[in-house]
């Protein structure tokens, strides 16, 4: 073998077999999108990403990672011929040739690290900008039109959206990456290796027949029937997966509500009814585990059983070759390399198919989700218009998911400085209009007229964010300059001089503060804020008379243009307010002045 001119014919060799796969890789993937229903998924995630207008570089690293692999290829090949120099030197005891191999060994195995570690970092950096754009791509979706929110009042809501957005879309990138190069480099590998093998291997006698080539052909058939074994074995891992994925997510989501409720649990001594849901769960993500494991004994097994007999099989069927003296221990040894190397790449998918059943598992849960988003997204919104500083309703009627109305053409408008009470039995719709008002209830008509901005909603649970009890304070504003000084101002005014000196410390606030302390923080938040129009529901619930009184009085005495909607049960509030809504029931309303 003549090493000089081995440069220009790798390089030629590698730039083909590039062209050739580019090609054909654009029209397969191509059939596989219209022709498979995985290929279209894939292409329903990530098309747009490998559009090479829109995104050059993209394409442009993963020809580069896709050159580095096939180069790769090449380098085995060249290895595969230095196995037969460098034993057949040591067969005729030729030590210059011994001596020269040896080098052409320390400089193939040195293009080889390089070559390995380049592609590493690259296939990396592919895969972290992938997750980033996806990841960017899903959340802006998910936060967009208050998705998050409204998914849940689709019928068939996607579980665990946290589990999709963290996890699914690193398998995804992965998974697509090794599963795209490891078709491409066994394949270029397998057509190299059977050219090899094609020419080392001669007659062989089989049943009295001779078959020229004859071993080319037993391998093909040999990895065929293992193949197809081995998809009927391994076909039950894919559903199994995703149900690994899902138990463990929803025993997960179960841990992480003892800890979001511990108070509540611990209050109710709930710890045996969680322990029992716990115990269900994870008696769940067991059980799976052992049917996976089951299933795995029977497909590794069988792939072992498959390795195993073709790391011999070649040597048989050389054997009377050599024996006779028609083939030297250089093609032996190159055989049984090449062999191996063949088999392992024609058995590529077979040793996939767990990774293939896992990604099939990856794109269901990621469409399913993107599905819903696309759900949520066509739902319908109320029609909200926003407007100056005017809260407005015109012939508002809504209703419940299935249908029942609550509340039927309710037209009113509450106007600088007057506050409206809305009052109705439990279950009436009272809180469904507020979230009508703030956008979020689907199933609303008429016309609401609102400002864009400087409108805060309070609910009863006031939401405490993660970090300083400055940042709750503001919240969802940025905190100004001056922060601290307005925050020990106005915490003094809502009753909460006691936590002047922490305003700076990071605690689990939503679980340290009381529901009272958190409803008169929710009060604070309209004195800082400032805004137009403030809407409270039942915010004040948890709160005595007397602070109730003093709560409203503070903001109604401090904001005199607030306009306010509240909705509380007291009769004592009518005091702060200049109107009363009352839900009667069936679509049913009456509208009162309080003045
Ligand atoms: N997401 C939902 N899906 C189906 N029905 C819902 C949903 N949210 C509310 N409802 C139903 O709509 C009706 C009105 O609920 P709403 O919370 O508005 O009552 P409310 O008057 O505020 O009651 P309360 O005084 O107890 O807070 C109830 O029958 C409730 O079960």
């Not at 998974?175 to 090899?196: D, K, P, W």
């Not at 069927?317 to 055989?335: E, H, I, N, S």
């Not at 407005?392 to 400085?417: A, F, H, M, Q, Y």
């Amino acid at each position: 073998m003549d090493w000089t001119k081995e440069l220009l014919e790798s390089a030629l060799w590698v730039g083909s077999a590039f062209l050739i796969s580019s090609l054909l890789l654009v029209i397969i993937g191509f059939i596989l999108i219209k022709t498979t229903k995985w290929a279209a998924q894939f292409w329903q995630l990530s098309g747009h990403y490998f559009n090479p207008v829109k995104n050059p570089l993209t394409v442009f690293t993963f020809a580069f990672i896709l050159l580095l692999s096939l180069f790769g290829v090449r380098i085995s090949v060249l290895f595969s011929n230095w196995y037969n120099v460098m034993y057949s030197a040591l067969q005729k005891l030729d030590e210059h040739t011994f001596w020269v191999q040896s080098v052409v060994f320390a400089v193939l195995a040195s293009i080889h690290i390089v070559r390995a570690l380049l592609s590493y970092y690259l296939q990396q950096r592919f895969t972290i900008k992938w997750r980033e754009t996806l990841n960017n791509t899903l959340l802006d979706r998910w936060m967009a039109k208050k998705n998050y929110y409204r998914l849940y009042y689709l019928p068939d809501a996607a579980d665990n959206p946290d589990q999709r957005i963290q996890q699914d879309i690193l398998s995804f990138a992965q998974l697509s990456l090794e599963l795209v190069l490891g078709v491409i480099s066994s394949m270029v590998s397998a057509v190299a290796f059977t050219i090899i093998l094609w020419n080392l291997s001669g007659e062989i006698q089989i049943l009295g027949f001779t078959i020229d080539r004859g071993m080319v052909f037993a391998l093909f058939i040999y990895v065929l029937v293992a193949t197809v074994f081995a998809f009927k074995i391994g076909r039950p891992l894919i559903q199994l997966n995703f149900l690994n994925e899902r138990l463990n997510a929803n025993y997960r989501y179960s841990l992480i509500r003892v800890r979001e409720y511990a108070d509540s649990i611990a209050v109710y001594a709930g710890e045996k009814i969680e322990q029992n849901q716990l115990a269900q769960r994870f008696t769940n993500v067991i059980n799976n585990m052992w049917d996976i494991v089951h299933r795995n004994i029977k497909f590794q097994g069988f792939n072992f059983f498959i390795t195993q007999t073709s790391a011999i099989f070649p040597f048989i069927l050389q054997a009377p070759r050599y024996f006779a003296g028609k083939l030297d221990l250089g093609g032996m040894v190159q055989t049984a390399q090449a062999f191996g190397n063949l088999s392992d790449n024609l058995s590529f998918f077979r040793n996939a198919y767990d990774s293939f059943a896992q990604y099939r598992a990856v794109l269901d849960r990621l469409t399913g989700f993107q599905y819903n988003l696309e759900q949520a997204e066509d739902l319908p919104t109320p029609n909200i218009e926003e407007q100056g500083d005017m809260i407005r309703l015109e012939n508002v009627s809504v209703s419940t998911p299935d249908g029942r109305c609550l509340v039927k053409n309710v037209s009113l408008e509450v106007n600088e400085g007057e506050a409206l009470l809305i009052q109705g039995q439990t279950g009436s719709g009272k809180t469904t209009l507020l979230r009508a008002m703030a956008g979020l209830w689907p199933y609303c008509e008429g016309k609401i007229i609102r400002p864009s901005k400087d409108i805060l909603f309070i609910s009863q649970n006031t939401y405490i964010p993660e970090g300083r009890l400055l940042d709750a304070l503001f919240y969802p504003d940025v905190i100004p300059d001056n922060a601290e000084v307005l925050a020990k101002e106005v915490l003094h005014k809502v009753s909460l001089s006691h936590l002047i000196d922490k305003l700076t410390q990071e605690v689990n606030w939503s679980s340290v503060l009381s529901t009272g302390e958190k409803q008169r923080i929710a009060f604070a938040r309209i004195l800082l804020n400032q805004p137009k129009v403030a809407v409270l529901d039942e915010a004040t619930a948890a709160l005595d008379e007397g602070l109730e009184y003093a709560m409203y009085k503070l903001i109604r005495e401090t904001l005199p243009q607030l306009r306010l909607v509240s909705i509380g049960h007291r009769s004592t509030l009518y005091t702060h307010h200049t109107a009363l809504l009352k839900i009667e029931g069936k679509g049913q309303w009456t509208i009162q002045s309080l003045n």
